[in-house]
């Protein structure tokens, strides 16, 4: 009887982390994405990760879509010169690992 109440436990945790994975967003794509919007790795001059924000400098901010990055879930964009301030919230760790993989 016990050993039936503990594969439905068993069962029952499977069956969460995979619901729980299914609706992790994909950081490595967003990364991806995100430097394609910026007008792809030969724009991107440096970057720096300060909280919730993603400040950028870029060679030339107009091959910069920022409506793009809204669309990818950016919070708010601030434009200043060649520098693009992206608030990216919560999700910024995870994309900062993944775009720093990718320079």
């Known amino acids: 009887m016990r050993i ?55 060679k030339d901010v107009t091959k910069a879509n920022k409506e793009g990055i809204q669309k990818l879930g950016a919070q708010g964009i601030v434009e200043i010169d060649n520098q693009l301030k992206i608030i990216l919230g919560k999700d910024a760790k995870q994309i900062k690992r993944c775009i720093s993989d990718l320079k």
């Open 4 to 58: 039936e109440y503990i594969i439905i436990i068993i069962i029952g945790i499977i069956i969460a982390i995979a619901i729980t994975r299914s609706k992790r967003k994909d950081f490595k794509i967003d990364a991806n994405k995100l430097i394609m919007l910026l007008g792809g790795k030969e724009n991107v001059i440096d970057y720096k990760f300060n909280k919730s924000r993603f400040v950028v400098n870029l």
